[in-house]
Nanobody, 122 residues
Framework: QVQLVESGGGLVQAGGSLRLSCAASGSIFRINAMGWYRQAPGKQRELVANNISGGSQDYASSVKGRFTISGDNAKNTVYLQMDSLKPEDTAVYYC????????????????WGQGTQVTVSS
């Protein structure tokens, strides 16, 4: 089975930094997109940053200039470097990937990690 495992969350003071990582494992033929979402209490899950096959990247406007997404293709891993953290960044951060397990198009599905808590204190 395919599994996404996040790590790197924790408690940090405003202005500090954290680096999240997410490793995809299992039977993976191709990853079409891999990125990060977050969900704060009482709010809907939102896109934070996303890497799309071909090299394009998307960022939420609230994190542009502060967060950087990167990846290691050989390890099927994506990272999120978070700098200048603010209390409003507090949320559960989820890794997500759209990937195929075989060359058959019908095996392409979105997968989610279990989430990692990021708490930014003032």
């Amino acid at each position: 089975q395919v599994q996404l495992v996040e790590s790197g969350g924790g408690l940090v003071q405003a202005g500090g930094s954290l680096r999240l990582s997410c490793a995809a494992s299992g039977s993976i033929f191709r990853i079409n997109a891999m990125g990060w979402y977050r969900q704060a209490p009482g709010k809907q899950r939102e896109l934070v940053a996303n890497n799309i096959s071909g090299g394009s990247q998307d960022y939420a406007s609230s994190v542009k200039g502060r967060f950087t997404i990167s990846g290691d293709n050989a390890k099927n891993t994506v990272y999120l470097q978070m700098d200048s953290l603010k209390p409003e960044d507090t949320a559960v951060y989820y890794c997500s990937a759209i990937l195929a397990t075989t060359q058959a198009k019908e095996t392409m599905v979105r997968y989610w990690g279990q989430g990692t808590q990021v708490t930014v204190s003032s």
